[in-house]
């Protein structure tokens, strides 16, 4: 684990809880087309959506570096590509609809370019009618005496100096602006670099230009002489505006886009990467909820977890003599499972606990990634959940991933990435939230007992009253929970392993000992296996026992596994209102057998998380930590 500051891991656990991005705002096209006098109360904001955007950049730095390492950049094996930019806005009257979009979205745009890697100049020109406004209307924008900007920072200052004004009639005069391009006195283009021009206008074209062509059609082969790929962004849904430059952006190579679409810049962005022969990386965010955070649907694809109701008459029918067994639990070999989680019914967990995270992400990473929430069967087997996931990741071509677990879906992630060369390939970087690397005894606590330290007070909260008047009595519950969990592989994959009995061993209580410490694998299942609740298929027993999953998936080194890509662990060394089955005590049965005599419990956790497991990886990656 990298050395963490304190304010890293906030950002972190927030995962962008803070920073939002801002939107720009849908337009709609103004109701007439000779709107170039401006009202007696307009007020200049075009800036307003642009500032705000190169302030969310700004802000957000910090957690994308956290969680992504900062923008993907191109191969810089190679040199970087050249591309010369220039925007040519019209920035009369009736652009008073669209300037603020416009500025948005080429900012956009430039900062897309920019944040690639790309060796990028910009250049801006603006014009408005100059049979109206005077030739001076036309304006080469410089900064620092030159016509070609070096940053997104550099374009947004001369962005913000331009307003609309003037424009007399509707048709402009974009023909005297595109010809300084084409001007190698005023526009001097690099030789080697890609060359893009961007004309932005909501209004048809007049002749009317001081360099001397007679038309639209002129103008354009003047631009495609000189391989500059030539874009329109105008009122597309006007005829006269489409039929006017229609034929200069099919000749040069460039596209027309809607200037009155929030996000046209995404079709600038399209024609950019095909260009420069970009290869997009289709990347994924991936959330892995915890034990008993996916929800679970029977066959027909109603929910059983966690619909109150089902829930209810499950209970009820399984405490009955001679009743059916819940349809959540499975075969004594850990298969057979009735239910399933649905990943298009389940977009944010059991209870919509995982929302607000998911919305968040969304905000913030949207723009680069795909934010999936990803539902598995946390009774069936960790290995099955994997492999479902990496179905999934493979089947919707992701080339990157970032997974982001709670609880037992870092188990479920460890395992993916135990699984192939391939899938440690595609992980990005795994922030694992409370993950019981280790495993944890409050898996062992309901198979054993059917029931939570929480569980009656849970009960009682929902309503049901330990009575036999008025609700279902308590034992019936944790009869269900045994029932539920003693086939259940994932609850017996939680199981603690030998490197957490190290840290903290099992207490055992026989004849010729007053209660010894227990560290070894053999001894441990040993003692788990002589009582009449555990389930041996599923401790050291087939392919979905704690054992295999242990010894065989991860190698006696769960630690090994997650060095080999980047992680981060979160966990918290203290909760005043919660306490962790830290250690298990069993002694023998008076006829054979073992059972449980206790589970002590620390409200420091169980020590595994912080003080164990991320100190171990930070030994293996040869790190200092911060374990607070």
């Given amino acids: 684990m990298k050395n963490a500051s304190k304010s890293l891991l906030s ?3 927030m995962i962008c809880f803070m920073f939002t991005l801002v939107p720009v705002t849908a337009l709609a096209a103004p109701s007439t087309i000779d709107a170039n006098t401006l009202a007696p109360d307009y007020v200049d904001n075009s800036n307003d959506a642009m500032l705000e955007l ?3 950049w700004a802000s957000k730095i910090s957690v994308r570096s956290a969680i992504t390492n900062a923008y993907t950049k191109m191969d810089t094996s190679t040199a970087s590509p050249k591309v ?6 019209d920035s009369t009257g009736s652009m008073t609809g669209a300037i603020s979009n416009v500025k948005a979205n080429i900012t956009q745009f430039a900062k897309y370019l920019e944040d690639q890697g790309i060796n990028l100049r910009i250049g801006v020109v603006e014009y408005r009618d100059i049979t109206v406004d005077s030739e001076a209307s036309t304006i080469v924008h410089k900064i620092n005496y030159s016509t070609w900007h070096n940053s997104t920072s550099q374009l947004i200052t001369t962005l913000t100096n331009i307003s609309v004004l003037g424009g007399g009639d509707w048709e402009e005069t974009p023909i005297d602006a595109l010809g300084y391009l084409v001007n190698d006195s005023t526009m001097l283009w690099s030789s080697d670099a890609y060359k893009f021009a961007v004309l932005l206008t909501d209004a048809p074209a007049k002749t009317n230009n001081r360099h001397g062509y007679g038309d639209m059609s002129e103008m354009t082969t003047a631009l495609k002489a000189k391989s500059i790929n030539t874009s329109i962004i105008t009122d597309i849904s006007n005829s006269t505006c489409y039929n006017s430059y229609s034929g200069l952006a099919s000749e040069t190579g460039g596209i027309m886009a809607d200037i009155y679409s929030y996000d046209f810049y995404s079709e600038l962005q399209d024609l950019a990467d095909n260009i420069l022969g970009v290869t997009k990386t289709k990347k994924a965010i991936y959330v892995l909820p915890g034990y008993m955070g996916s929800k679970l649907y029977d066959s027909e694809d109603d929910e059983v977890w966690v619909d109150p109701g089902r829930l209810y008459d499950d209970v009820l029918a399984n405490s009955l003599p001679g009743g059916d067994s819940s349809i959540l639990a499975l075969d004594k070999d850990g298969s057979g499972s009735q239910v399933q989680p649905d990943l298009t019914q389940d977009k944010y967990g059991a209870q919509d606990a995982y929302k607000i995270l998911m919305d968040r992400l969304g905000d913030e990473f949207s723009d680069e990634y795909d934010v999936i929430f990803f539902p598995y069967n946390w009774l069936g087997d960790v290995n099955r959940s994997a492999r479902e996931l990496e179905n999934s990741i493979n089947d ?6 970032i997974l982001i677990t709670h609880s037992t879906g870092g188990l479920v992630a460890s395992t993916y990435i135990a699984s192939s060369r391939e899938n440690k390939l595609k992980v990005e970087k795994a922030i694992l939230i409370a993950p019981p690397l280790y495993g944890t005894y409050s898996s062992l606590e309901p198979i054993e007992t059917g029931k939570t330290s929480d569980m009656d007070d849970m009960l009682k909260n929902n309503g049901i009253e330990n009575d036999w008047w008025f609700g279902i009595k308590y034992n019936q519950v944790y009869k269900w929970v045994k029932t539920v969990t003693k ?16 840290l903290m061993p099992q207490m055992y209580k026989n004849e010729f000992s007053s209660g010894s410490a227990v560290t070894t694998a053999s001894k441990y299942y040993e003692i788990l296996n002589g009582s009449s609740n555990i389930n041996s298929n599923l401790t050291n027993g087939n392919n979905r026992s704690h054992k295999y999953l242990r010894e065989t998936v991860f190698d006696k080194n769960v630690i090994d596994v997650l060095s080999e890509v980047d992680t981060i662990l979160i966990g918290s060394d203290y909760n005043e209102n919660l306490s962790t089955p830290a250690i298990a005590c069993y002694q023998n049965k008076l006829f054979g057998g073992t059972k449980l005599t206790d589970l002590i419990r620390k409200k420091n956790g169980d020590g595994t998380v912080l003080k164990g497991i991320n100190r171990k990886f930070c030994a293996k990656k040869a790190q200092p930590c911060d374990v607070k």
Avoid: R
């Fill in 396 to 401: 919707n071509g992701y080339d990157s991933v």
């Fill in 487 to 502: 086939n259940s592989p994932t609850t017996y994959q939680l199981l603690p392993s030998v490197e957490y009995l190290k």
């Fill in 84 to 89: 010369d930019l220039v925007f040519v806005i």
């Fill in 11 to 13: 950002l972190i656990l």
């Fill in 54 to 56: 190169a302030d969310s």
